[in-house]
């Protein structure tokens, strides 16, 4: 017989591995430039992490994205490779 608790273990795996990125990609940003983001201000989809943030904040993090993706990209396995 079908086995529902296997197969939806595969689904809760995937939304663990999200969070996680998106946690990764915060404390990068918060390393860097001292900026605190919420996670579920960051979107991640096909190896880009997007950002919602007020403009003031995404231009004090872009400043030192180059920085900030090296970071990511150490904490992350390459998992994350642009920032918007």
């Given at each position: 017989?079908?086995?529902?608790?296997?197969?939806?273990?595969?689904?809760?795996?995937?939304?663990?591995?999200?969070?996680?990125?998106?946690?990764?990609?915060?404390?990068?940003?918060?390393?860097?430039?001292?900026?605190?983001?919420?996670?579920?201000?960051?979107?991640?989809?096909?190896?880009?992490a997007r950002?919602s943030e007020?403009?003031?904040?995404?231009?004090?993090?872009?400043?030192?994205?180059?920085?900030?993706?090296?970071?990511?990209?150490?904490?992350?396995?390459?998992?994350?490779?642009?920032?918007?």
């Amino acid at each position: 017989m079908f086995d529902i608790a296997k197969y939806l273990e595969k689904f809760k795996i995937m939304g663990n591995s999200k969070l996680s990125l998106r946690i990764s990609v915060a404390e990068a940003i918060k390393e860097i430039c001292g900026i605190e983001i919420e996670s579920k201000n960051i979107e991640i989809k096909d190896f880009v992490a997007r950002i919602s943030e007020k403009p003031i904040i995404k231009t004090q993090i872009f400043i030192k994205k180059f920085k900030i993706l090296e970071n990511i990209e150490k904490k992350t396995n390459g998992k994350i490779k642009e920032l918007l």
